[in-house]
C-alpha cells in the first residue's frame, strides 16, 4: 500500500509539473504573440478634469499574432506617473475576443485620479493642468501596469505601458500617431485608385491564394523583417511573372517608372495596424489592391526578380530618429542609385534620411 501511494503521488506530482511546464510554455509563447497598446479613446476632447477628479478616457489595442482567437480580460489597472504609482482601478468594460491575425479595440474604459493625491506626486503639473488646459506634460508621464486573464485560465500582467508613446497617441491631436508605422512612412493622401481591367490577365487567378498565405507576420526585429521580404519576393516571384513582362520597357529607368505608375495608380496606401507589421506575398497585395511601404517593396523586387535586374531593399530613418522608420527599392544604374518608391508621389525621387540602411 506504501508503494502504490508513492507511485500514486509521484504520479500527481509529475503531472502537476508538467501541467506547471505546458501553462509556463503557454505563458512564454502567449506574451510574444499578443501587443498590448493603451490609448486616449476619443482623444483629448473627451478628458475630463475638475477640483477634485482627473478622468481619462482609455481604449486598448490588442494584436493577435496566432491561428486561434483569444478571449483577454482586463482585471486590474494600476496607474503611475513619473514610476510612482497615483491609482488603481478595475475597468467596468474588462472583456475583448481578438479574431486570429487581427487585432481589436476594447473601448470605454476610464481611468479615475484624484486630484488631491496627485498633488504631492504630480506637484506644479496639476495647477497647469487645471489653469492652462495643458495635459501633454502630464499624460507623457503617465504609465500603467495592467493585469490581465486570457481565455480565461492564464493571468499575466504587461508592467510600465507608456500612456503617452507617440506609438500610441499624439497628446497634442488626440489622434493615432500614423507617422510613423511599423516600417512605414505614411503617404501623403488617400489615392484615387484605378481598376484594373484589361490588366488582369497578366495575374494568376484569385483562387491561387491560401488562408495560409493571406499575411505573413514576422516576430522580430526590423532587419528580421527585411530578410523575410527579400525572401518573400523571391519564392513568389511567379505571381509577376506576367506582369512584369508587360511593364518591361527598353532601359532600366523606364522599366521602374512603368513599375512606379502601376504600383502607385493600383494599388493603395495603406499602412500595417500599429500592432503587426505584415509582409503579404504579391498576388495577396495585388488583389487585396492595398499594402504599406513593406507591400509595396516586395512586389516591386518579385517584379525585379523576373526581369535579372539586381536591386537592394533600404530601410531608412528620417528627423534624427533611432528607428527605422521606412523601406524601398533601390537600384544600381551607370553609377547611379534609381530608387522606386511609390509611397511618394513621384519615381525616382528619394526622400532624404538621417541614416539608411541597404540589404
Known amino acids: 500500500m506504501k ?6 503521488f509521484t504520479i500527481c506530482s509529475l503531472a502537476a509539473l508538467t501541467f506547471g511546464i505546458i501553462k509556463l510554455f503557454q505563458l512564454q509563447t502567449f506574451a510574444k504573440l499578443l501587443t498590448i497598446s493603451p490609448k486616449l479613446d476619443g482623444g483629448l476632447q473627451n478628458f475630463q478634469v475638475t477640483l477634485t477628479e482627473i478622468k481619462i478616457p482609455l481604449a486598448i489595442d490588442f494584436g493577435n499574432r496566432t491561428d486561434q482567437s483569444m478571449t483577454i480580460q482586463i482585471n486590474a489597472i494600476d496607474v ?3 514610476g510612482s504609482k497615483v491609482a488603481a482601478t478595475k475597468p467596468n468594460t474588462n472583456n475583448v475576443t481578438i479574431k486570429p491575425n487581427s487585432t481589436n479595440t476594447l473601448k470605454g474604459l476610464r481611468l479615475m485620479l484624484s486630484t488631491f493625491s496627485l498633488i504631492s506626486v504630480v506637484g506644479d503639473v496639476i495647477n497647469v493642468i487645471l489653469s492652462k488646459g495643458d495635459y501633454t506634460a502630464f499624460l507623457n508621464d503617465i504609465s500603467l501596469d495592467v493585469t490581465c486573464t486570457y481565455n480565461n485560465s492564464i493571468v499575466f500582467s504587461i508592467e510600465k505601458i507608456k500612456l503617452g508613446d507617440s506609438r500610441n497617441v499624439n497628446t497634442e491631436t488626440g489622434k493615432t500617431d500614423t507617422a510613423v508605422n511599423g516600417l512605414g512612412l505614411t ?3 488617400v489615392r484615387n485608385i484605378k481598376p484594373y481591367g484589361a490588366l488582369e490577365m497578366y495575374f494568376p487567378p484569385k483562387t491561387e491564394l491560401k488562408r495560409r498565405d493571406l499575411i505573413l507576420i514576422p516576430d522580430g526585429s526590423v532587419e528580421d523583417t527585411v530578410y523575410l521580404m527579400k525572401d518573400v519576393a523571391k519564392k513568389y516571384a511567379a505571381d509577376t511573372k506576367l506582369l512584369s513582362k508587360h511593364l518591361e520597357k527598353p532601359t532600366i529607368p523606364q522599366t521602374l517608372q512603368n513599375i512606379f505608375d502601376f504600383v502607385y495608380n ?5 499602412p500595417d495596424s500599429r500592432l503587426t507589421e505584415q509582409v503579404r506575398r504579391p498576388l495577396r497585395t495585388i488583389w487585396d489592391k492595398k499594402g504599406d511601404c513593406d507591400c509595396y517593396s516586395v512586389l516591386i523586387g518579385s517584379m525585379l526578380e523576373n526581369l535579372n ?5 533600404r530601410i531608412a530613418a528620417y528627423n534624427g530618429k533611432a528607428n527605422y522608420q521606412h523601406v524601398y527599392v533601390v537600384v544600381s544604374y551607370n553609377g547611379k542609385e534609381l530608387v522606386c518608391d511609390p509611397v511618394v508621389d513621384k519615381c525616382l525621387y528619394e526622400k532624404p534620411t538621417s541614416k539608411h540602411k541597404d540589404f
Open 3 to 8: 508503494n502504490t501511494a508513492k507511485i500514486a
Open 309 to 313: 535586374i539586381p536591386y537592394k531593399f
Open 187 to 189: 503617404a501623403a493622401s
Open 266 to 270: 493600383y494599388i493603395q496606401y495603406v
Open 80 to 82: 503611475f506617473y513619473n
